[in-house]
């Protein structure tokens, strides 16, 4: 990982391209019969299936998937459950293995609840490519990507140190337990505080992807413990409602907010001084290089294991220059 400092004074991943962690699958681009497969007259059709509706990560990522499958001539299709949820996941997962698509690209909702539904779909020939999330066993996908999500969390609390070089109480809140991206995004933030023993960490609330139940939880948190300093929100919509109720606290400016994602909603509470940072990913990235890996799949081409892409700490400082330029996008 290449770190650098931002104008914040915290250290910051650089928006780099893609690293490659792991080697190659030898077999990535067969089907069923273990032949390469052949993209029919209007070329290859890609499922993708979010982790959520209507979260602007995931919207981004689409935008990146239309435009790199447009330009290989793949027509794309996308959906995702009303919430981050498997048992919400799992039946569209079923309905996309019925249409037999040519590749799946998805977020899977739980590390082993959407196991099965996936192992399906790679049963039926479908070329698996996991984005963002990933599961516990993902033998059966030809390749996952994915945002640094370790560091991204020692990031988090590196901008709250910088801010707080006095010590005091942290808290974490994601959104459930189970999700691979956000509990390795508490664990990177964790690990970090836990080497300054300055900080003393209050551990993790869970908001359930749940913006009003966040804020809640924010504002409880700060009623219980007025020497809270900082607070890392693991995921676009935990930021919202931490945001929300640090402003219900009458706590403004006092407890410095770092959210991991940058929707248009996050980046407005940026600009007006109630979230201190933000940890964007590279949503678009990810979804361009989930198409690349899964037509060379079909084509019987070698494919990445595992791909870890960059992300970018946005502050007031960079929000009109290349901070501005990593916000996520509401609409393609």
Known sequence: MKWKKSAFGILALGASSALVLAGCSADAGTDSNGDAAAP??????IAFVQGVAGDEFYITMECGIREAAEAA????????????????????????????PDALLIAPTDVTAMAGPIQAAADAGIQVVLVDTTLEDPSMAVSQISSDNFGGGEAAFAAIEAANPEGGKVLVVSVNPGISTTDQRAAGFEAAAAENPAF???????????????AQIVTAALQANPDIVGIFAANLFAAEGTATGVQQAGRD?????????AGPAQVQQLRDGVVQAL???????????????ALAALEGEPT?????????IITADNIDGEGGEAAYRSSC
């Open 40 to 45: 029919n007259e209007d070329g290859y059709s």
């Open 73 to 100: 001539g793949a027509t794309v299709t996308v959906q995702g459950p009303q919430q981050f949820d498997p048992t919400l996941q799992r039946p569209i997962v079923d309905a996309v293995v019925a249409s037999q």
């Open 200 to 214: 003393e960490s209050l551990g993790v609330e869970y908001s359930e992807n749940n913006p009003a139940l966040a």
């Open 253 to 261: 400016g006092e407890v410095t907010i770092v959210g991991f994602d």
């Open 279 to 293: 940890v964007a990913q590279e949503p678009a990235s990810i979804g361009a290089q989930g198409v690349a890996q």
């Open 304 to 312: 990445e294991e595992i791909i870890q892409t960059g992300f970018t």
